[in-house]
């Protein structure tokens, strides 16, 4: 088994921990990691564009004016894209985005996103994340400690409302529940703070 640092909230190292390697050791794939996030991020789009063509726009079919001899350019329908108030051409329409990924695919791709986080150094692994009150100069002292001045995921084991309410106001931050935890945020946050407890619950759910 593999051992990382840990630490306390003031960047001062307290110990270490082993880690399980079927997790936090596991084989890069990209590809698999490539097809997760994409699944996910078109999850997110809610599809419901809507936009009229010209059989659904108001107003008369009639052709306007006859064929030749007026001058106008030919014309069928006051109904076309190329009228003012007409119908668009490909008119956008409600469509489910949706894309499904089995359980084992998505498995194998935290382990191989979250190992690759750790090989690169940028997983760090806290005691615990118990700050004193909910102020947000709570949050930025950690930050500072740390030296992050990039997107950082904190990584929680358990709900807690002062670090909820401390991060909210740092755009950078985003805290996140290791039950909710997936392959995009992981690859997106520059920096990854986790506590040892969710390290040991993601283990225990992940080796499986």
Do not use: C
């Amino acid at each position: 088994m593999a051992t990382t640092k840990v630490y306390n909230l003031q960047a001062v190292e307290v110990g270490n921990v082993k880690l399980d390697d079927k997790v936090f050791k596991a084989e890069y794939n990209e590809a698999l990691i490539h097809q997760v996030i994409v699944a996910y991020l078109n999850n997110q789009r809610q599809g419901t564009k809507a936009t009229l063509s010209r059989s659904e726009v108001r107003g008369r079919a009639k052709k306007p004016w006859r064929q030749k001899g007026t001058g106008h350019a030919r014309q069928g329908s006051r109904r076309g894209p190329q009228w003012t108030k007409g119908g668009l051409a490909f008119a956008l329409k409600p469509r489910d985005y949706s894309q499904k990924v089995n359980k084992t695919a998505k498995r194998v791709a935290f382990r191989s996103a979250i190992s690759a986080k750790l090989a690169k150094g940028d997983v760090f692994v806290v005691e615990d994340f118990n700050l004193k009150d909910h102020k947000t100069k709570n949050m930025q002292a950690v930050l500072d400690a740390f030296k992050f001045n990039k997107s950082v995921l904190v990584v929680l084991d358990q709900v807690n409302e002062n670090v909820m309410k401390a991060s909210r106001n740092i755009a950078k931050v985003l805290v996140e529940n290791y039950t909710l935890l997936n392959v995009y945020q992981i690859v997106s946050a520059d920096k990854i703070l986790i506590t040892k407890q969710a390290i040991k619950s993601i283990e225990e759910a992940y080796t499986e």
